[in-house]
């Protein structure tokens, strides 16, 4: 076990003097790892920010019933209670007037705009949550709804969700596929670099089996040169994503503080880096793999 210890550090020693022997070439192949990785990185981290955004709202399938302004507050009542025997009802809120316009009037930048109002202009209010979230159901519910006397209008609270999450599973699905085709052009950048290494060091390579060198032995040096290349990829990526996120925060910040709110992209957790900067450590290892398994077998001892 020793010994075997001691391969491994002296092949991973031996890779890490190479890489620091051309640190422009270093650099370049990180780049261009870290660019493929840092485009579907900076994806994910838009869709997470996004599902954090809408997962503060409630998904239940929502109807709004406004009721006529002439109507009176036992007249609201009643027709809670009207609303509750319906089929496809899972419970009734009523929203009073007065309770609406003091909601209305904490909203920022609205409270002088009430103090002007002569009487309330905002009717009383049911939230009806539906028991079946079904498109037919809700569009069957709004159809008794708007059939009541005193309903005005009735309106489908949660609809902007449903298509935010359509917009979203999109989204995952767009990332995915771009993370896919970039994590397939990562393995072929490291084949096509440990390739270049096996033919530049034939000679080499014809010397160690000569002497007895194990295919085993031969094949460590460029399994650790593809896991560094990549794990450095993944970092460079990582910083590049995250570099991103802060030049956006900032136009993003003085935007949203116009409407009172102090909204941000989150950079990418201690957790997320971890996990990129591993899946690109073994697809680097991938990439080395494949290479020396297809180029190593041509090299035969002369």
Aim: charged share 20%; proline share 4%; net charge positive.
């Amino acid at each position: 076990m020793k010994v075997w210890l001691q391969q491994h550090w002296q092949s991973f020693a031996n890779t890490l003097r190479k890489l620091a022997a051309t640190p422009f070439n270093t650099l370049f192949n990180s780049l261009v790892i870290g660019v493929a990785i840092a485009l579907p990185t900076g994806g994910y981290i838009a869709l997470d920010t996004l599902r954090d955004v809408t997962g503060g709202f409630s998904g239940d399938a929502q109807l709004s019933v406004f009721i006529d302004l002439q109507a009176k507050s036992g007249e609201a009542a009643e027709l809670q209670n009207k609303v509750k025997k319906l089929p496809g009802v899972a419970s009734v809120r009523l929203i009073p007037r007065e309770q609406a316009k003091a909601r209305l009037k904490e909203t920022e930048g609205m409270a002088d705009v009430i103090a002007n109002l002569g009487a309330n202009p905002l009717p009383d209010a049911l939230v009806v949550t539906a028991s079946d979230g079904g498109e037919a159901a809700l569009e069957k519910l709004a159809s008794d709804l708007k059939a009541l006397p005193q309903v005005t209008q009735v309106q489908l609270d949660s609809a902007w969700i449903r298509r935010m999450d359509a917009l979203l599973r999109l989204g995952r699905l767009a990332v995915g596929s771009l993370a896919c085709l970039l994590a397939f052009a990562l393995v072929i950048v490291t084949f096509n670099t440990i390739r270049l290494q096996i033919l530049t060091q034939r000679d080499e390579i014809e010397v160690a089996k000569l002497i007895g060198a194990t295919n085993s032995f031969i094949r460590r040096p460029f399994f650790y040169l593809g896991s560094l290349q990549g794990l450095l990829g993944g970092i460079a990526g990582c910083v590049l994503a995250d570099a991103g996120v802060w030049l956006l925060n900032r136009p993003i910040l003085e935007f949203v503080r116009q409407y009172g709110s102090d909204f941000q992209i989150r950079l990418l957790p201690a957790g997320d880096i971890l996990l990129v900067v591993a899946l690109a450590a073994a697809l680097g290892w991938l990439g080395a793999l494949l290479s020396v398994s297809r180029h190593l077998r041509q090299i035969e001892p002369k």
